[in-house]
């Protein structure tokens, strides 16, 4: 553990007055917990944060108090709020009811598709997922090849509106199957399904060759638009396309088995496009090739049982630790769907498996946190604890890694934010029933 004092507490003094006295409303918050986890610059044990109008303003000892609210975190832990980079959360309540499922949308190709807009700021999901430190999420569409852009949801606000923290964040892109299913037709339960293996390398290539064409097409009117006179006819679908041809925006990719990651990699390498693998079950087996080509991977496969007869138990286990030795960055997801969001609040668990598993607890934490925020986009704001950053943190009464610790406190943009959710309600409920004699 990193200890480390700070000696400028007479600038802080005359930083501290400037802004006081530039808004004299702005809330003024002093944070002291026993250890302060930066992410980016070790830990402070007994260390304080001043924030200033929901911004991070000092990190260090002995900070000024000077018209700030003390808030004593006695014994706990702080950290900045965990992300999750990849989640149907708001999109999804019950998976039965289909009336509170709203993930997917008709059609393979729907690049103006924005997830953002069709959250659910109302969700019992929200509260359940933030009661275990997760303040932001990556709401995702689903459904078809391309379905369309993700936006970042802070976990608490009003509206729609009020949550959304950035928009768009990535385009998405599911990655064909490379596989090719061998089963003799008469061991098919339902002989009419089966495929010869031609036919299923054929439908793969045509598959294929509809990427091809869409970012091709893409292209063509990414250059018409750039050439066109001012009546130019704007097309919805072609102009959600065009800050993914420029570069602007990642490209993240479904890919799970070997040969769709080997695949999508070269893909992206003829288009020079930039791009983030999802899922990534067999990342772990071209780690050099993701290293090479600085492509980040989301992985959700931590407690997933091993594909293979030959893998050994841990498999998945070490992954991570793999990846990270390789010199590829990772961030932790529990991918799309019903179970993805109502188990979000088991994030944290995925990172501590790992690194009892190899990965060092640095970057563990730093999987949960600083990397989700690189990958998207947002590392400016979020991910650390660092000046100038989003004051979104979390007190805790142990290390978040550790199963049996508990998040106590949360604040998003310096506000509090309650942790009651329908789990802690219901658990009160019965805890009180009356006794029967």
């Known amino acids: 553990m990193n200890t480390f004092h700070f000696s400028f507490i007479p600038l802080a003094l005359a930083l501290l007055t400037a802004v006081s006295a530039s808004s004299a409303r702005a809330e003024t918050l002093l944070f002291r917990a026993s250890v302060v986890h930066t992410i980016a610059n070790g830990d402070i044990t007994d260390g304080e944060v001043l924030v200033k109008d929901g911004k991070i303003f000092l990190i260090g000892k002995g900070l000024p108090t000077i018209g700030a609210q003390l808030i004593e975190l006695k014994g706990q832990h702080l950290y900045p709020g965990l992300i999750a980079p990849n989640s149907s959360l708001g999109l999804v309540e019950i998976g039965a009811v289909r009336a509170s499922v709203d993930t997917t949308e008709v059609g ?79 061991h098919l339960r339902d002989a009419s399904k089966w495929k010869s293996p031609e036919d299923q390398a054929k439908e793969r290539r045509k598959k294929l060759k509809e990427i091809e064409d869409f970012f091709d097409e893409a292209k063509a009117y990414a250059k018409a638009r750039a050439a066109a006179a001012k009546d130019f006819k704007a097309h919805p679908a072609w102009e959600s396309m065009l800050p993914v041809v420029r570069g602007e925006l990642p490209l993240f990719i479904y890919a799970e088995e070997l ?156 506000k509090e934010t309650s942790l009651e959710s329908r789990h802690t309600r219901l658990y009160e409920k019965y805890r009180n029933r009356p006794k029967l004699n």
């Open 108 to 186: 393979a190709f729907t690049p103006d598709v924005q997830s953002w807009i069709a959250v659910n700021p109302d969700s019992e999901l929200i509260p359940v997922a933030r009661a275990n430190g997760i303040t932001h999420a990556l709401v995702v569409p689903s459904g078809g090849i391309v379905p369309g852009q993700s936006g970042l949801i802070a976990l608490a606000g009003w509206g729609v509106e009020g949550m959304t923290a950035k928009r768009p964040v990535a385009m998405h892109l599911e990655w064909p199957d490379m596989s090719l299913n061998t089963t003799p037709k008469e």
């Open 259 to 414: 040969r769709q990651i080997k695949a999508a990699l070269q893909w992206s390498t003829n288009q020079n496009q930039r791009i983030v693998i999802v899922g990534g079950r067999d990342a772990a087996l071209t780690a050099d090739a993701l290293a090479k080509t600085q492509t980040p991977v989301i992985f959700e496969h931590v407690f997933t049982l091993p594909p293979r007869d030959s893998d050994a138990h841990d498999v998945h286990f070490r992954a991570a630790a793999q990846l990270h030795k390789a010199g590829v960055k990772i961030a932790f997801g529990l991918g799309l769907g019903g179970w993805g969001a109502s188990g979000l609040r088991n994030l944290p668990y995925s990172a501590a498996q790992s690194a009892a598993h190899g990965l060092p607890e640095a970057e563990a934490l730093k999987s949960l946190t600083l990397y989700p925020a690189q990958i998207l986009g947002v590392a400016d704001r979020l991910g650390s604890i660092e000046q100038g950053k989003e004051a979104s943190l979390i007190a805790t009464d142990g290390n978040i890694l550790d199963i049996r610790s508990n998040v106590k406190r949360m604040w998003i943009a310096g």
